[in-house]
């Protein structure tokens, strides 16, 4: 089975296909039949990142995975339009009508789970369930003393953005990474997954430029939320995630936690069985009558 360990290289194990979405192109990969399963891969990283999830939840699926805007193998970041939440929330929603996909399962990973609660609050219609691998926060529900850890956040942020604009990839990418996983786990990460870091490093800048520029996100819209939810937490993973998780988990009526043990944020890469088994679960219990074509 692929995995991020012994399968990322510059061509995946499965076909790159194409679409045009809202003046770009992006690229996907999919395997399988069935109630499709989309998955929305986090900041510095690309649809490779979930090839282990494709194979796994192909056999019972149509499995999924993009790359979002100006992410590889996108040549060159898109200058047109700020790399807000907003702007890739609607390029996922143009994905999946540009795939003629009328209800999904929508799995995302930090800032790409932020990407797909936005999109289960704008188009309801379109997600007939949702998997938040610990979404990246959303500012508006932390009060004034969780807004200490959003401060701590930000300078952590600050530092890899201007090492960044000096080109050192390295020290933002090991940067960017101590402050989301909360250790110093750049040298742990074997060949191929760094790869695909440095294949996507020139969006760090435009990212933590607009890191937290997010539509306003307020307990009463969450509470409006219909879709089935699961939000996923590491054992070990830093507090501004575990506190996130739990404020939407106060917040989206019809959710469910689980915990992934011995694993920080990086939840679906550390432990791809154990993160595999545990949203294959939640999505046998909440399947349905899929209107799309297959």
């Given at each position: 089975?692929?995995?991020?360990?012994?399968?990322?290289?510059?061509?995946?194990?499965?076909?790159?296909?194409?679409?045009?979405?809202?003046?770009?192109?992006l690229s996907y990969?999919?395997?399988?039949?069935?109630?499709?399963?989309?998955?929305?891969?986090?900041?510095?990283?690309?649809?490779?990142?979930?090839?282990?999830?494709?194979?796994?939840?192909?056999?019972?699926?149509?499995?999924i995975s993009y790359s979002r805007r100006s992410h590889w193998?996108?040549?060159?970041?898109?200058?047109?339009?700020?790399?807000?939440?907003?702007v890739h929330t609607e390029d996922l929603a143009g994905f999946l009508d540009a795939l003629d996909l009328k209800k999904v399962h929508l799995v995302g990973h930090s800032f790409g789970g932020a990407i797909a609660l936005l999109t289960a609050l704008r188009?309801?219609?379109?997600?007939?369930?949702?998997?938040?691998?610990?979404?990246?926060?959303?500012?508006?529900?932390?009060?004034?003393?969780?807004?200490?850890?959003?401060?701590?956040?930000?300078?952590?942020?600050?530092?890899?953005?201007?090492?960044?604009?000096?080109?050192?990839?390295?020290?933002?990418?090991?940067q960017f990474l101590n402050t989301t996983v909360g250790a110093d786990v750049l040298n742990q990460l074997p060949p191929s997954a760094r790869a695909v870091l440095m294949d996507n490093a020139p969006t760090l800048v435009p990212m933590l430029e607009h890191y937290f520029v997010s539509p306003q996100v307020s307990p009463e819209r969450l509470s409006k939320i219909?879709?089935?939810?699961?939000?996923?937490?590491?054992?070990f993973s830093p507090n501004i995630a575990l506190s996130n998780n739990r404020l939407l988990q106060n917040c989206l009526h019809n959710?469910?936690?689980?915990?992934?043990?011995?694993?920080?944020?990086?939840l679906h890469i550390e432990d791809p069985a154990a993160f595999n088994q545990v949203v294959r679960k939640f999505l046998?219990?909440?399947?349905?009558?899929?209107?799309?074509k297959n």
């Open positions: 089975m692929p995995s991020l360990k012994d399968s990322l290289t510059e061509a995946t194990p499965f076909p790159l296909q194409r679409v045009r979405v809202n003046d770009t192109t990969i999919e395997k399988g039949r069935g109630e499709p399963v989309v998955f929305v891969h986090g900041a510095i990283s690309d649809l490779r990142i979930w090839l282990n999830q494709v194979e796994f939840f192909s056999d019972s699926y149509r499995a193998p996108a040549q060159n970041v898109e200058d047109d339009r700020p790399y807000t939440r907003s188009y309801p219609e379109l997600v007939g369930s949702l998997v938040l691998a610990e979404p990246s926060p959303f500012v508006d529900l932390f009060d004034t003393s969780m807004g200490k850890m959003i401060a701590r956040q930000k300078v952590g942020f600050d530092e890899a953005r201007l090492l960044a604009k000096v080109k050192n990839s390295d020290a933002a990418i090991r219909a879709a089935p939810t699961l939000l996923i937490s590491g054992e959710s469910e936690e689980a915990t992934l043990y011995s694993v920080s944020h990086g046998v219990a909440h399947s349905y009558r899929s209107n799309s």
